[in-house]
């Protein structure tokens, strides 16, 4: 069973900027896509950006494209980052970490970014952005 752990969310103004971790507990011999999604209040929850583990590939949805960028801790593989900069408003939402092991929907030729492409999920962590 693979446990996630979100932290790093917090309320910050337009502009600012935060990093959200993410600490997983799995095999460090085995590769997993991870992905970082969110959910605002009447929304459904969408895929952020995500990240093969096993060679670093990436996605990003466009509304975060050159502002979010995800990583994976270079020592301790299972810790994952989520950098948000020039947060706006409607970045406003619960984000969660959640990951899948590789094969199928998962490796270097693709990165999951829908909801049922993941089995293993975070509580997640609130991010706030005033205006």
């Known amino acids: 069973q693979v446990q996630l752990v979100e932290s790093g969310g917090g309320s910050v103004q337009a502009g600012g900027s935060l990093r959200l971790s993410c600490v997983a507990s799995?095999?460090?011999?085995?590769?997993?896509?991870v992905g970082w999604f969110r959910q605002a209040p009447g929304k459904e929850r969408e895929a952020v950006a995500a990240i093969y583990t096993g060679g670093g590939t990436t996605f990003y949805a466009d509304s975060v494209k050159d502002r979010f960028t995800i990583s994976q801790e270079y020592t301790a593989k299972n810790i994952l980052y989520l950098r948000m900069n020039s947060l706006k408003p409607e970045d406003t939402a619960m984000y969660y970490c959640?990951?899948?092991?590789?094969?199928?929907?998962?490796?270097?030729?693709?990165?999951?970014?829908?909801?049922?492409?993941?089995?293993?999920w975070g509580q997640g962590t609130q991010v706030t952005v005033s205006s």
């Open positions: 959640a990951a899948v092991a590789t094969g199928g929907a998962c490796g270097t030729w693709y990165t999951p970014r829908l909801v049922h492409e993941y089995d293993y």
């Open positions: 799995v095999d460090t011999y085995r590769r997993y896509c």
